[in-house]
């Protein structure tokens, strides 16, 4: 742990690439593994062709999946640590794929959303944007003003990144030297190339935090902690003073 209270310190630009598994410890199930939600849920509710042609459908699963529980969850120990991070100087930024504002809410202000967030709807008729908590869910098809559907302002299969996020994500991956990868299967493309490219590109040391091994622990991880990110950030918000 000396080691990496060591990397914190001296890093020129360390940042954190964080997955569903960061928020497991708030409440929020993970996508993959034990607990699932795609062992619950079909996926394809979350599928933009799908959404389009079935919008009542894809709503009425989207509720169940995300929108029954939102606003419960809270920042855990790893949220407040990472924060604590960037308070200190130390952490330039964060590249997340969850859509939980968990992050923002713990006080980070470097939070780059890849996969959009739940926090927003858009229309799909004006573009007009809602914040999903003044906005009434209860309706079949939750609509505009204009009339149009609303959508989730997250990334659906088959929907691309939106080209802002992709290129400042891009460019902070391949100026980091240190990167935290927190509770990601490291499965899903284009988001699990970012730690290969800060590698790649950089050199970057890679500390992976899981409970399980993912697609990165054998093949680019420099330091593998099988733990929970919260045990994992709790050793660190102690030794960082
Ligand atoms: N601490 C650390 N890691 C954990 C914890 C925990 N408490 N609990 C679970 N994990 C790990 C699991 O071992 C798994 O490797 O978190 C990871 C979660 O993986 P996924 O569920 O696949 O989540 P993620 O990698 O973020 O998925 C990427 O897939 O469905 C899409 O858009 C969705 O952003 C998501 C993307």
Not at 108 to 137: A, F, P, Q
Request: glycine fraction near 8%; hydrophobic fraction near 35%; proline fraction near 5%.
């Amino acid at each position: 742990m000396k080691e990496i209270i060591d990397l914190i310190k001296n890093a020129k630009c360390l940042t954190a690439f964080t997955g569903a598994g960061i928020s497991v410890e708030s409440g929020i199930p993970p996508f993959r593994g034990a607990g699932g939600l795609w062992e619950k849920y079909d996926p394809k509710y979350i599928e933009i062709e799908f959404f389009y042609s079935h919008p009542k459908e894809s709503w009425a699963e989207m509720k169940k999946i995300f929108f029954n529980s939102m606003g419960v969850a809270k920042p855990n120990t790893a949220h407040k640590t990472l924060a604590k991070l960037e308070e200190m100087g130390f952490l330039k930024g964060i590249i997340t794929q969850n859509i939980d504002n968990l992050h923002q809410k713990a006080g980070n202000k470097k939070v780059l959303e890849y996969h959009g967030t739940i926090d927003t709807l858009v229309c799909t008729k004006c573009s007009k944007k809602y914040k999903t908590k003044d906005t009434d869910l209860t309706p079949d098809l939750p609509s505009c003003s204009c009339g149009g559907i609303l959508k989730p302002d997250f990334v659906f299969y088959g929907e691309g990144i939106n080209p802002q996020v992709y290129q400042e994500s891009l460019a902070l991956a391949l100026k980091t030297d240190v990167m935290f990868v927190v509770g990601t299967s490291g499965e899903v493309m284009p988001a699990c190339s970012l730690p290969m490219a800060a590698k790649q590109q950089n050199g970057a040391v890679i500390i992976e935090i899981n409970t399980l091994p993912s697609a990165y622990t054998a093949s680019l991880s420099d330091y593998y902690f099988e733990q929970k990110a919260g045990d994992f950030f709790g050793e660190i918000a102690k030794r960082i003073g």
